[in-house]
């Protein structure tokens, strides 16, 4: 039951998202024609597919695509053994729920990359094969400016892009068990410091009642 109620949280994050995708795939139009305002010009839902990593980053490799979704499969396996083990070792209960987050969150972009070239006919037309090249479906866009970017900024100069980028609910159940993580890193670790400390001193005083 213990392992359910975390790795429970992994399935909900998993099955919203991909229900979500498969709900803008089917029944919105692709780009800025599809687009749809949901309040004022600042927060749109529009489809668009991220062929690379977080931002639209790529590796510039023919087997870049290949590589990175290598990783995030190999990353979903360490991610499940250590939410497996946190659980085990009764961590902090809030630090347990953010880890399952991100294994949710991980989990469904990584299906985007495995299945959704061969499922949804999505992979980039020059990519070797559509399997672990499919695209990531992307919907939530928050309009705070979009412009030209100056060719000296690094890494995004040279190109139009948005300042804040369209994301779905596997990016931000990464993003929220992070900052969560990171608001709340000494209630979480200082806790489970001392639930150490606590359980080695009852040990030690059953050690010594036994000799």
């Known amino acids: 039951m213990k392992y359910f109620k975390y790795f429970g949280i992994t399935l909900v994050v998993i099955l919203l998202d991909q229900a979500v995708k498969m ?3 089917n029944g919105m139009d692709f780009g800025t024609a599809g687009q749809i305002k949901v309040f004022g010009d600042w927060f749109k839902l529009h489809y668009t597919t991220n062929p690379g990593m977080a931002f639209g980053m790529q590796l510039g490799s023919e087997y870049g695509k290949l590589i990175l979704t290598s990783f995030r499969l190999v990353a979903m396996f360490g991610i499940g053994y250590y939410l497996y083990a946190l659980i085990q070792k009764k961590a902090h209960p809030g630090y347990i729920f953010c880890i399952s987050m991100i294994l949710g969150g991980a989990i469904g972009n990584l299906i985007d990359s495995v299945f959704y070239g061969v499922l949804l006919g999505n992979a980039p037309f020059d990519a070797p094969n559509p399997w672990f090249h499919g ?9 705070i400016w979009e412009g030209f970017v100056p060719e000296w900024v690094p890494i ?5 892009t948005a300042l804040w980028p369209i994301f779905n609910i596997a990016d931000a159940s990464i993003f929220v ?9 000494k209630r979480f670790f200082d806790e489970a410091n001392k639930s150490e400390e606590e359980d080695d001193v009852q040990k030690q005083f059953i050690d010594e009642k036994n000799s």
């Open 23 to 25: 709900l803008v795939h």
């Open 135 to 143: 695209q990531v479906i992307d919907m939530f866009y928050i309009d």
């Open 156 to 160: 995004f100069g040279g190109s139009y």
């Open 177 to 185: 068990g992070v900052a969560i993580i990171l608001l709340y890193q």
